[in-house]
């Protein structure tokens, strides 16, 4: 009980920073998504796609809630992503440490091109023709940075909440 | 694969589940949308006040350090500067009597004509981030739908779209679903201001007998009633030929900084003069 509080709260505080720091701070329409889709591939590495889809959904909603945009997009990119994270996670795991940081890396810049393209589009323009290598360079290496630091983050974060939830704790 | 074993798999499922969310975004059905963000933005409008609090906090100082740099060129940039404003200053003062003029013919002397309700921003996101706001002035504070949301002297920067009981949500001009009427300063040609792509302003249907020239200021012509008259919107940048070449379209600047805002003031109704 007490963890899934700390859970909703987490998510609901992702969201909150996303639309009121992250989106205020920074001029880069990339960086929440980024950010966003960098926790969607580390839970489903993490725990494995078919746990990490419910939380993956749940926290995609929210962002989508509290970042104004079309209800479900945010959502729906986010899974997909964690999809393809478990679909390629044994390369992952095989691989160099730093490769898996590439390939992650890779994958949440990418995601977050693709979104915004088409959020573009349901907002009808067409950023599709837009998406070039001179600006994947940038979103890839963004990924990495963001994949890295919030793979870290969650690793602690469920740590911190396994002693939580021991009996002896407090 | 068995038809079992097919609806376990994760193919399967994240289909499922793409289809599901990428439909109802693609719906995009307003009132559960405006619904939804309303209870957010309501249940987490303090807590949402005291992250932007934080994020303005820390964009002010980024903006400082980085302008730390700059202070020896920027010292040497302002001298040359000062010389060349020394010379255009007789100039301006002509040019202020003509200025003010036109201001009270257009109504620009915003505080004057209008009742208005200060606000702060909140949140933002929509359209590259940008699309949209969220203050922290809602329905309890006496907001509707449709109130005009301007900075400094009247420069419109949106329109109230969504109310919710603590908040709001204000759809930039530059917003790709904001549309209103405009009309330039002086030679009164009328065409429609749209928003683009959250990116910018075009000014279209603009007939090709009309004038128009770069430097024209536009301002709300406030067909339609929502929007009052004699708003600046901002001055056209750059002037094309529609695709069918019918009208003309322009871009037009306004002097708002969209990213940067954190206060605004939303027009709740005309003062009688």
Request: charged fraction near 15%.
């Amino acid at each position: 009980m007490r963890i899934s509080v700390v859970r909703i709260v987490a998510v609901v505080a992702l969201s909150v920073l996303g639309a009121s720091v992250l989106n205020l701070t920074f001029s880069s329409p990339l960086l929440f998504p980024v950010v966003l889709f960098s926790i969607a591939v580390s839970l489903s590495l993490s725990r494995g796609f078919v746990r990490a889809l419910p939380v993956v959904v749940g926290i995609g909603l929210t962002a989508d809630i509290a970042t104004l945009g079309r209800i479900g997009l945010l959502a729906a990119f986010s899974a997909g992503v964690a999809y393809v994270a478990g679909f390629i996670s044994r390369r992952f795991t095989v691989e160099h440490g730093l490769m898996m940081h590439v390939f992650a890396g890779f994958l949440v810049g990418a995601g977050a091109l693709w979104f915004l393209a088409v959020s573009s589009w349901f907002d009808g323009s067409n950023l599709f023709p837009t998406i070039s290598w001179g600006r994947a360079v940038p979103a890839i290496g963004m990924g990495i940075v963001s994949f890295t630091v919030m793979s870290a983050i969650l690793s602690r974060f469920e740590q911190w909440l396994s002693y939580f939830d021991s009996p002896n704790a407090f | 694969m068995n038809p079992q074993g097919l609806s376990h798999s994760k193919f399967f499922r994240i289909v499922i589940v793409f289809s599901i969310l990428f439909g109802f975004a693609w719906w995009n059905p307003a009132p559960v949308d405006s619904f939804l963000r309303g209870v957010f933005h309501t249940v987490f409008s303090p807590v949402e006040k005291v992250f932007s609090g934080v994020a303005f906090g820390f964009r002010d100082m980024r903006e400082f350090i980085s302008s730390i740099g700059n202070l020896k060129r920027e010292n040497e940039r302002l001298s040359e500067e000062n010389v060349r404003l020394l010379a255009e200053n007789a100039g301006l003062a002509f040019l202020r009597d003509e200025n003010e003029t036109i201001r009270k013919t257009v109504g620009l002397d915003i505080r004057k004509r209008f009742d208005m309700l200060s606000a702060e921003v909140i949140a933002a996101g929509g359209e590259g981030g940008h699309g949209f706001v969220v203050i922290d002035r809602g329905s309890m504070q006496g907001v509707v739908t449709g109130m005009s949301a301007v900075v400094g002297e009247g420069v419109l920067v949106g329109v109230v779209d969504e109310v919710y009981p603590a908040s709001a949500r204000v759809a930039f001009v530059t917003n790709s679903e904001s549309a209103l009427g405009g009309v330039t300063v002086g030679s009164g040609t009328k065409g429609i201001v749209r928003g683009d792509r959250g990116l910018g302003i075009s000014y279209s249907m603009v007939l090709q007998a009309d004038p128009l020239s770069q430097g024209d200021r536009v301002v709300t012509s406030g067909a339609g009633g929502t929007v009052p008259s004699g708003l600046l919107i901002g001055s056209v940048s750059s002037i094309r030929d529609s695709g069918d070449r019918l009208f003309r379209e322009a871009s037009i600047l306004s002097p708002a900084d969209f990213g940067k805002l954190r206060f605004l003031y939303l027009i709740r109704k005309e003062q009688s003069l």
